[in-house]
């Protein structure tokens, strides 16, 4: 196992499956008798969140605690990442006061790894998000969740169709999860409007559509990406309106989806643009369930990077 | 490298284990067994299957992953973790019988206990083991011994089961050098 978690290009498939089968584990034991484990007891995470979020940090916060570790939270209102402090000297900081792990969310892309290969700490970093670029753990919880409810018996994603719909051009959770299926063997499918494709798009190893009717009758699940609404002054859209009627998942589409198809959502999300309430509140939907496989997930994690030593492999 | 405990005798050994546990508890309906993965966990299951042979009836079995609560994380790689498996009954003012294959230093059983904590408080903690190879670093005592084996605590002991290996055996082996 490596010591930071980045992107998903920094794992094999058998350190993702080693996350994934670990994670398994943690749900059945958290939903046992054994809430509280004491594997980090004495360990010190911070979770430095220089970008607005609640169920990443409170995630990552769930799972640290549940193992034991102290927690320490660190958000750019109120700190002085909002004066303009550098986040090497943020980080220099935080070295001095002996954390052991920092958790990263940044609008920058490449702020965690800067932070990792900076030399300035020297504890695991573990990517939360850094700005279009990835969000590992998203990812993980996403194949989870997608594992649990539709693999044919098999331990990888293998013969399964997924589609990501939605703005795939300012979208970290799509990065990570097109390389995160697709090397646990399923197939993906981009559904966006041109002008929310990145360009290079050609070059993923993910096929791409147009028309989200044609696709949502094949795949096994669906996960829908928020449209940020902040970003709908850019001209990437001509109305909220013709999109959630192209792209959106409402009730219609819902009803041509396969037998055991299930729906999924990052979060947060808009009611009524990107995905219809009836669909979000529907049996196929397994959002919240998504939050809950997040901590399990998230522990995991914490669990491979932290508690062993780092000189041998797993 | 020798044979130190042949299949027959770990046969006869599990058998003789099954019959102190069922004297000690008065009978099997107190008695929870737990075995620490991996094979403490078979171990376990043909305890219980020896025990429902002779008592006639099924006794409460499970399994107790104890990974999380080990003192040397930090000095390992990470292991991969073992499902715990604790009967629907649980474990609280029973007669709980700890299930491992070698006692050594005392550790995995010092964790199983800190484990068994979170779980619930039960009458008595009993504790079982294939072999015994003594070197214990902490105040901890078998009730159940399948064999006293007098090692040098250079020497490697290795227990096989047909579950896990495909054949019944305990190898001594020499310290490589």
């Not at chain 1, 299930?262 to 919240?288: F, Y």
């Amino acid at each position: 196992m490596m010591r930071h978690l980045l992107s998903i290009s920094d794992l094999t498939k058998s350190d993702a499956l080693s996350i994934l089968n670990t994670a398994e584990t943690l749900a059945r034991a958290s939903d046992g008798p054994m809430k509280k484990l004491p594997t980090l007891r004495g360990r010190t995470i911070v979770n430095l969140f220089a970008e607005d979020s609640t169920r990443t940090r409170i995630s990552f916060e769930a799972a640290a605690k549940r193992l034991s570790a102290d927690v320490i939270n660190f958000s750019a209102k109120g700190s002085s990442l909002s004066k303009g402090e550098s986040l090497k000297d943020t980080a220099q900081t935080l070295q001095a006061m002996g954390a052991d792990a920092v958790i990263i969310r940044h609008n920058a892309s490449g702020a965690a790894h800067t932070l990792a290969k900076g030399q300035w700490m020297s504890g695991s970093v573990i990517n939360a998000g850094d700005g279009t670029h990835e969000h590992p753990s998203q990812a993980l919880l996403d194949a989870f969740t997608i594992r649990k409810h539709c693999a044919r018996g098999n331990e990888d994603l293998s013969g399964l169709r997924i589609a990501i719909v939605g703005d795939i051009l300012h979208s970290r959770v799509a990065r990570s999860n097109v390389a995160l299926l697709t090397m646990l063997g399923a197939q993906v499918v981009l559904v966006a409007p041109p002008t929310l494709l990145p360009i290079g798009v050609a070059s993923w190893p993910a096929e791409v559509s147009y028309d989200f009717d044609s696709v949502i009758g094949e795949v096994d699940a669906v996960i829908m990406l928020r449209i940020q609404i902040e970003r709908m002054t850019e001209m990437y859209l001509p109305n909220a309106r013709e999109y959630s009627r192209f792209f959106g998942l409402d009730k219609d589409r819902l009803s041509t989806m396969r037998t055991n198809a299930i729906v999924m959502h990052p979060g947060p999300m808009n009611r009524g643009l990107e995905i219809s309430a009836e669909s979000a509140d529907s049996a196929r939907s397994v959002i919240v369930e998504q939050v809950k496989n997040g901590v399990s997930v998230r522990m995991a994690i914490l669990y491979l990077l932290l508690a062993g030593t780092q000189e041998l492999e797993i | 490298m020798s044979v130190a405990l042949p299949a027959p005798d770990i046969s006869r050994a599990i058998t003789r284990i099954a019959h102190e546990i069922l004297e000690r508890n008065l009978g099997s309906e107190t008695v929870t067994l737990l075995g620490i993965p991996t094979r403490g966990a078979h171990l376990a299951l043909r305890i219980a299957d020896a025990i429902e042979l002779i008592a006639g009836k099924p006794v409460e079995c499970g399994t107790l992953d104890i990974t999380m609560h080990r003192d040397d994380l930090r000095l390992r790689a990470p292991r991969a973790l073992a499902p715990t498996r604790i009967p629907p009954s649980g474990i609280e003012n029973r007669n709980v019988v700890l299930i491992d294959d070698v006692l050594f230093s005392g550790r995995t059983i010092r964790a199983a206990l800190d484990a068994l904590g979170e779980v619930g408080r039960p009458r008595t903690v009993q504790l079982a083991v294939l072999v015994d190879r003594g070197h214990r670093q902490l105040p901890i005592k078998a009730d159940y011994v399948g064999k006293n084996l007098p090692t040098s605590p250079q020497q490697i002991i290795k227990v096989h089961l047909s579950e896990t290996d495909g054949v019944d055996e305990v190898l001594l082996e020499e310290a490589s050098k």
